[in-house]
């Protein structure tokens, strides 16, 4: 419960899925973008509202793979290390 009070909650709401991400203020703006959320809704709403296609949206699909390469290569040496 904790957990989802201090992470998930400000996931949700800088994703720009409650508040748009342009009326929020810069500094904040600059912080959406580690949040993967963000790019996953630019992803779906691209896709299901505006019907573009995948070639339009490779800037978010980029970054989502990147955040994902970060998380699971930070997964590995940290599971490397509670091996040894």
Do not use: C, D, N
Request: hydrophobic share 60%.
């Amino acid at each position: 419960m904790i957990s989802m009070f201090f992470f998930m909650m400000p996931m949700i709401i800088l994703s720009g899925f409650v508040f748009p991400i342009e009326s929020m203020p810069p500094v904040i703006q600059a912080i959406t973008y580690i949040f993967p959320l963000r790019y996953y809704f630019v992803i779906i709403r691209g896709l299901f509202l505006k019907g573009v296609s995948f070639a339009e949206l490779w800037r978010e699909t980029a970054a989502l793979g990147a955040i994902g390469v970060v998380v699971i290569g930070a997964s590995v040496l940290r599971f490397r290390k509670r091996l040894e």
